[in-house]
């Protein structure tokens, strides 16, 4: 089996001068990259690497901005041998203390031998070394002191020494800055699930994928990024930051590169339905798309129905609309739906899942929920749902997701102590909940995000979607956690929502309809709503709700 540096060194050989991104910045003309560019960029990283008496297998973490210092950082650190790890810069989205301190922790747990960054950052990279005084970095590299070779010599490609099973990178959980859990993934698992994967969605040589997701995140990194690269598909490429403020960039770019693919999280079809303005899509043609694919949180029916409804009138077709249910530990895909057929809609009792764990199914009721499918497995991956005591539970029955497949993890980095909690018997346990109907998975959330209240288990994604349909409140910026109850031995249900009013009266209007609607369509007696300020609502760097980082700022400006 090749490594993925080998496949590098093939495309540069076979087709140097094949487009492969066309990178996108906001006010500036569209800038293509070849393979030639690529690697030449990528082969002066490696050299640097070289000077700064980095080792093959060490770990080199990548801190930039979107640009192509990036990309060439990324594959130049895969030729050299070295194992690159990007995480991301500090935002506005992101608080400065955490940060830091995430990042200081990531030092000393993954003791990279290198940091690349960009010149702006270059003293919080150094604060964070300074606070991890054991490690063995050696080098801290500026992205605008390193030139691509003038031409490629490949002398400092130690990566075409590696072993397919030799680590190629390391992903971090999602959303998180830093640390405890850098899951490495070989070669051998991630080609695998190229592989699969590409199966799984029919890819062509002329399918072009459209892309804004961060590529410290699985989904832009494999999906958006990696898969691209080595399968040779013209990558479009824009800043997530781009996107942030002018979602319609992002329909634009898909008709104009005539777009066949893109992974979404659920959030953004709604961020789209939203903010896309009628006037930044005049002429814009989006019937190219064969699969916009929403990953990486629980699908929401509503929300593939809210963006259908906004852009089919630009030749968006009803059968683009696709789900997958992917993680970093199994390196991207574990299930797919949408490409070949309709994604399957499973209308169910919302308050039967709650109180009983059962999926079953009811055709219209105040209390249906329609249930998207994530799809079946891919090939050489399989899924079962299991119980607290890892017994198999059969359809219907709701549990624990876990799988196992030729792509999994080799293990989180330097971290044997949690590698060993997260498999039983040879299947991975995800820390999700889901449940199997005719052989499909429907994923309903995180595991550690559940409330329980009474006995009765309280799923915050269904309540803060009946929130979010409340008027005054800001769609998507609700969020929804527990809090222990010392009197009454029980969680009780907090949910926090934004609303642009200011007004008193107002703000209590939006609660009173908020407790009401949650109260009347789920088995939540919902008592507990505070109506905040735009912008409270903490989001992850990936754009997911951090419920428990909410949870701790609620607790601190309100009290329990």
Known sequence: MP???????????????????????????????????????????????????????????????????????FYGSILYGAIPSIMPFLTEKLAPEKYRHDLAALIAVTKPSAIVTYPEFLEEVKAAVAASP????????????????????????????????????????????????GVALSHRAVLNQ?????????????????????????????????????????????????????????????????????????FAYNFCALRTRERDLEGVDL???????????????????????????????????????????????????????AVTVDPIDRLALQSEGIARPLAAADTTVNMLSNGRPISNCKVKIVDEARNDLPERRLGEVALQS???????????????????????????????????LYVTGRKKDLIIVGGKNVYPQDIEEIASSVEGVHSGRVVAFGIFNDKEGTEDVVMVVEADTEDEDERNRIADDVRQKVTRTSDVALRNVQVVDAKWVLKTSSGKTSRAANRDKYVKEFGE
């Open 194 to 266: 190229l592989q699969s994967y590409s199966e799984s969605i029919r890819l062509k040589d002329d399918d072009v994928i459209v892309s804004w997701l961060p590529l410290y995140h699985d989904m832009g990194l494999i999906a958006g990024f990696v898969m691209p690269i080595m399968k040779r598909i013209h990558l479009v490429l824009m800043s997530p930051f781009d996107w942030v403020r002018a979602p319609a960039k992002l329909m634009q770019a898909v008709s104009k590169y005539r777009g066949t693919l893109s992974w979404l999280p659920n």
């Open 134 to 181: 054991q490690n063995p970095l050696r080098a801290i590299l500026v992205s605008d002191q390193i030139k691509p070779m003038d031409a490629v010599d490949f002398k400092f490609a130690k990566g075409l020494e590696r072993s397919p099973d030799d680590i190629v990178l390391l992903q971090h959980s999602s959303g998180t800055t830093g640390l405890q859990k």
């Open 406 to 440: 030729d792509f999994m993890l080799t293990g989180y980095y330097h971290r044997d102590d949690l590698t060993q909690t997260v498999f039983h018997n040879g299947w991975y346990l995800t820390g999700d909940l889901g449940y199997m109907a005719n052989g499909e």
């Open 287 to 341: 019937s190219s798309w064969r699969a916009v694919i929403n990953c990486s949180e629980p699908t929401r029916y509503e929300s593939h129905q809210a963006f259908l409804k906004k852009f089919s009138q630009y030749k968006l077709k009803p059968e683009a609309l696709a789900t997958c249910y992917a993680m970093a530990e199994n390196v991207f895909a574990v299930t797919q739906a949408g490409i070949e057929s």
């Open 3 to 73: 490594t993925l540096a080998h496949l590098l060194q093939s495309s540069y050989e076979q087709v140097p001068d094949r487009i492969s991104i066309t990178l996108q910045h906001s006010k500036q003309a569209d800038q293509p990259i070849t393979y030639s560019d690529l690697i030449r960029g990528g082969m002066g990283y490696a050299q640097a690497f070289h000077e700064a008496k980095i080792d093959a297998g060490d770990v080199v973490v990548l801190i930039l901005q979107h640009g192509d210092s990036l990309l060439y950082a």
